[in-house]
């Protein structure tokens, strides 16, 4: 059974990070204590060198580890290894109730066709409205985020119908669609540039979410979770984009943004009330990952590509030396970029986050959303690639007691928005394949 999504993703990270690279809080302090319990002197020496030496190059913009360092200090030198056994698993990662959910279909050249219906289900809290009369009416107020996936020029058309089976936002995942009834209607729409839709529903639809609503049974709330499935907002097959709904403001929004919600409405009597969603999220499917290339591979961000790296480093290379920086290089393949159609909006990641467990997960997706990242790094956007500091499990992997377990690399946050890219592997142009690069000092010297 898939572990359940205990949290909203609002896309923000645990660690403290800088332009290019994140180390997570704590990291060179738990570095320094397992230096002190190796009891080795010049590893001690090596690691006060590191923290001047990081403290003024370790993360900054331009140019990869130990490149500040003089070419002609002999205690210094880098060294260079490619990253060949590289493994990409196909998860599926959550996609109810995340900040936004994701509706229309997009037929993207370089990462595969999507389609994705919105699914949506009001609360019948009581809180803000004792009634709901026959004389009032009940709107879908849908709130979009100004992000796009697809043509910006295109007219992205809807129909509303009923879910046909009880689901639950915090269970659902990406490519397992839930099946909805088609034959009958409860509202249409079209979408161009709006920031907000206000949709009128059928009234048979609306009648019976007032009977659960107004209804003083005391089994009403149980009744209403199994019985009232809620709609779905599925695209027109000649849709070209995906378009967002936005469930929670940003982080740094001040001028309180709307989000999706229902409203009870009456004019006459100047009552507007708003109707949370009890439950949302997104049915959805990749009809296929992307083109595959031999030079290349692809991340998505809803973990349906997860790169799993084991990192099998001979010691004996580094006798004599002291390893004071370790860093992974990914370079971004930007044909995918380059070669978008003309008015292709497509969503542009600017982060690299990875984990690493003491143990196998049971569930990958499910321990990589729920638990924060180990460490992550944000794209250099001169040269395209990221650049992740891995100092601390390298340092472990070669002298530490325990066995190394995988790390773990997923492209950006689950969110809700769609974000993939290409990078280039083994067999990609030699100055841009996947690296470790070790900085180190010879204590001998």
């Known amino acids: ?142 709130v979009f985020n100004s992000l796009k996936y697809g043509d910006e020029t295109s007219v992205s058309e809807y129909h509303i119908y009923e879910v046909d089976r009880r689901w639950r936002g915090n269970e659902l995942t990406f490519n397992n669609p839930v099946s909805y009834d088609d034959s009958n209607l409860i509202g249409s729409f079209q979408v161009t540039d709006e920031t907000s839709k206000d949709v009128e529903l059928s009234e048979e639809w609306v009648d019976r979410y007032r009977q659960y609503f107004n209804s003083d049974a005391a089994n009403r709330d149980s009744l209403y979770t199994f019985e009232f499935p809620g709609i779905a907002v599925v695209p027109a097959d000649q849709n070209q984009r995906l378009d967002y709904l936005r469930h929670q403001p940003a982080e740094s929004d001040t001028a309180g943004t709307e989000v999706t919600r229902f409203r009870v409405e009456n004019e006459e009597d100047s009552l507007f009330v708003n109707m949370p969603l009890q439950d949302w999220g997104a049915s959805m499917e990749r009809d296929d990952d992307g083109i595959d290339e031999d030079d290349s591979f692809i991340l998505h961000n809803t973990y349906e590509k997860i790169l799993e790296l084991d990192l099998d480093i001979d010691e004996d290379q580094f006798i004599g030396q002291d390893i004071i920086n370790a860093q992974l290089v990914f370079h971004v393949d930007q044909e995918p970029e380059t070669t978008k159609p003309a008015g292709f909006a497509r969503p542009n990641p600017a982060l690299l986050r990875y984990h690493i467990f003491n143990a196998d997960p049971l569930d990958l997706p499910a321990e990589m959303f729920t638990t924060g990242a180990t460490g992550s790094s944000t794209l250099n956007t001169d040269e395209n690639f990221y650049q992740i500091n891995i100092t601390n499990y390298f340092l472990n992997d070669l002298y530490g007691s325990a066995e190394a377990t995988p790390i773990y690399i997923s492209l950006q946050t689950n969110n809700g928005l769609l974000y993939s890219s290409r990078f280039f592997n083994e067999n990609g142009p030699a100055e841009r394949t996947p690296k470790l690069i070790i900085t180190t000092i010879n204590s001998e010297n």
């Open 1 to 142: 059974m898939f572990q359940k999504n205990s949290q909203i993703t609002t896309g923000l990270l645990p660690e403290k990070m800088n332009k290019n690279c994140t180390v997570q809080a704590g990291e060179y302090s738990q570095l320094f204590s397992n230096f002190v319990t190796q009891g080795s002197r010049s590893k001690i020496t090596a690691f006060l060198f590191l923290v001047i030496f990081l403290a003024g190059s370790g993360c900054e913009d331009s140019g990869f580890v130990g490149g500040d360092v003089e070419p002609g200090d002999d205690k210094v030198s880098t060294t260079e290894i490619e990253l060949t056994d590289l493994t990409l698993l196909s998860e599926e990662g959550f996609s109810g109730r995340l900040a936004s959910t994701g509706m229309g279909i997009v037929d993207d050249p370089a990462f595969g066709r999507v389609w994705s219906a919105a699914l949506l289900k009001p609360s019948i809290s009581q809180d803000n409205l004792d009634e709901f009369d026959e004389d009032s009416e009940l709107k879908l107020r849908l």
